[in-house]
């Protein structure tokens, strides 16, 4: 995300081997049936440890003043740095890939079937689900694609 500082995941290999390289006031955030472990280090004194379910794509982390928003298996957090605390956790529909953007204080995230955009609550604003996405692009404010099955699509973000 250009402008944004973003983070190295760093696997580990069982939740022990994660417990062994932090720090002992290190935040964690363990999402519903964890079953992969790692860590992101936001900076020298705050280390981010996630449990997660692994689909096959590595979680992504990008800081915004205070707070890190963080994508793992099928979940979006936000993390506040100063306080040490998860400030939400949203469940996207399949299998969080990426973020797309973010503008005024939301992010667009990018899941398997669905964009969605939510706000730094977590609260979703908005959401189009056009089915696997194969590639997309923009074209001004709206997402032009293409899904696996060769189906076009096209959607305009309302709230941009």
């Known amino acids: 995300m250009p402008g944004k500082q973003v983070f190295e995941w760093i696997p580990c290999s069982s939740r022990s081997d994660l417990m062994s390289r932090l720090k002992d006031d290190s935040s964690f955030a363990e999402f519903e049936e964890a079953k ?18 692994d689909f096959g794509i590595s979680p992504s982390a990008f800081r915004v003043d205070e707070s890190v928003v963080f994508g793992a298996g099928e979940y979006v957090a ?35 079937i669905c964009f969605i955009l939510i706000d730094d609550k977590g ?3 908005w959401s189009f689900c056009p089915g696997m996405i194969n590639e997309y ?23 941009l």
């Open 78 to 112: 936000g993390y506040n740095c100063l306080s040490k605390r998860l400030v939400y956790k949203y469940q996207v529909p399949t299998v969080f890939h990426e973020f797309v953007f973010l503008e005024k204080n939301r992010v667009l995230i990018r899941d398997e």
């Open 123 to 125: 609260n979703e604003i």
């Open 137 to 159: 692009r923009f074209n001004g404010d709206e997402i032009v694609g293409v899904t696996d099955e060769g189906v076009n699509f096209k959607a305009s973000i309302p709230c």
């Open 36 to 53: 992969d472990w790692g860590f992101f280090c936001i900076q020298e004194d705050l280390i981010l440890a996630i449990g997660y379910v």
